[in-house]
């Protein structure tokens, strides 16, 4: 029972630092990573796709499987930094054969006359992690600027000994200012396809040697 029996104990007592010394603190800051350079956007593990309303009750998400890009970054001047991106029309990829054929269609982005959906940068600027990038955005033969703001991720290096960073961005356009106006009315009011559009970037981008 000696383990549930109450004892006196005298209470630990710790020494008072001697006079006139100062306690120390240890004290760390901060840096953050200079990924300043040039660098490849890899395909394999970056996702450019989009969410759209579906019916007016549900959404449907894709994304383009064939896609190229580069991009310079400068974090002492970031509006020196610059990003160039190619999407292949052809490749885009909703999970359903039959609208990815209504997709690359006339209707939509028209893939046989125009193969490419393009951005480059025009402009950037940073504030902390968040760099706002304003480009040129070209969906079939229409030009019109977006601003994305894109939240940097981290820089790692991989298995490989490739140095990389990443990116997540989004921003909603209206398809309409690019000419995409098919649509479809619904028996119970409203349309089949919203006309704002929710573009998302998961970048993943190596350095160049």
Do not use: C, Q
């Amino acid at each position: 029972m000696a383990l549930f029996s109450r004892k006196n104990r005298t209470p630990a007592t710790t020494s008072a630092p001697a006079t006139g010394s100062t306690p120390t603190t240890a004290t760390t800051t901060a840096v953050a990573p200079d990924i300043s350079g040039s660098y490849t956007i890899d395909p394999s593990h970056t996702r450019v796709g989009f969410n759209a309303r579906h019916a007016m009750v549900t959404s449907v998400r894709g994304a383009f499987g064939d896609l190229s890009g580069h991009a310079v970054v400068d974090t002492a001047v970031p509006s020196s930094s610059s990003v160039e991106l190619v999407l292949k029309t052809a490749s885009v990829d909703t999970g359903s054969a039959d609208r990815d054929g209504h997709l690359v269609s006339a209707d939509f982005f028209d893939a046989e006359t125009h193969p490419d959906i393009t951005f480059a940068s025009t402009a950037v600027v940073r504030d902390g992690d968040t760099w706002s990038i304003t480009g040129d955005l070209t969906i079939k033969g229409t030009t019109k600027p977006v601003t994305i703001d894109f939240d940097f991720l981290g820089t790692s290096l991989d298995p490989f000994g490739n140095t990389r960073i990443g990116f997540e961005g989004a921003t909603t356009v209206n398809r309409k200012d690019w000419g995409l106006t098919w649509n479809a009315a619904l028996e119970t009011g409203g349309v089949l396809v919203s006309d704002k559009i929710k573009l998302e970037f998961d970048v993943s981008a190596i350095k160049n040697a």
